[in-house]
């Protein structure tokens, strides 16, 4: 083989659409970078990476809202926590960044992706006329299958999630404005109305059921709801490994050290005469 041929086979191993660099060429799906700088917003670049095009304005707008609503959640929020612990164990920026955004799995992290997933499941299963019966049946599925909680409905920290009205509103201008069809947000309510019906309370749509109606209306794919959280959390857990640099913290632990854990084992035995 000759050293040519060699070199097309390692060029269509790294094979890529997304970027097209070169000595004094650098260009994004097509669009040199110095025509982007300075032109489209940092939401616009995520599209443009994920997506292949840019957004029009009113797509824009609705991507931009979902991640300014995640960015942090305070030391409540595992990420964040961890990001402090870990600068006061003499992390620079980047590995507490790292530490933090590992933590963003299925339990914390994951919501939003199965929040997607169990919208379109609702869909799948039928949506004229029959969604609530639709919705019941996907709540059902899912909680006899993957587990008792579900995602996107419910939060242990507030009883009304102050982040998702204002992001089901913007879906809803986005829907009167023909911008997105509205199918995501009639399946997360009806979601809504059926736990109401069923529990005789209302347990109300949080952030993370909020804003995969947003991914889901825009087309995302549900893995990438996770991957664009992590894009949003990661501000939260910058500014908070920031903040703890210029404290005097050393090996910040999870609680104030006069703050006993409780013991659950053995009482205390002697190895005399143990066998």
Known sequence: MSETELREQAAHWWRTSICDIAPGRIAYRGYPIEELIGRISFPAMVWLMLRGELPTPARERLLQAAPVASVDHGPHAPSIAIAQ??????????????SAINTLDDVHGGAGEEAIELYEDVLQRGEVGSIDRAAGDAIDHFTSTRSKYLPGFGHRFHPVDPRAEPILA????????GAVSGRYAN????????????KGKLIPMNIDGAAAVIYGELGFAAPLARGIFCLSRAVGILAHAWEQTGRKDRNKGPMPKQFEYKYEGQPRRSLKGAP
């Open 170 to 177: 913007l879906v809803d201008a986005a829907v009167s404005e």
């Open 187 to 198: 399946a997360a309510r009806a979601i809504e109305r059926v736990l109401q019906e069923r």
């Open 85 to 98: 612990m870990a600068v006061s164990c003499g992390l620079p920026l980047n590995g507490a960044i790292a």
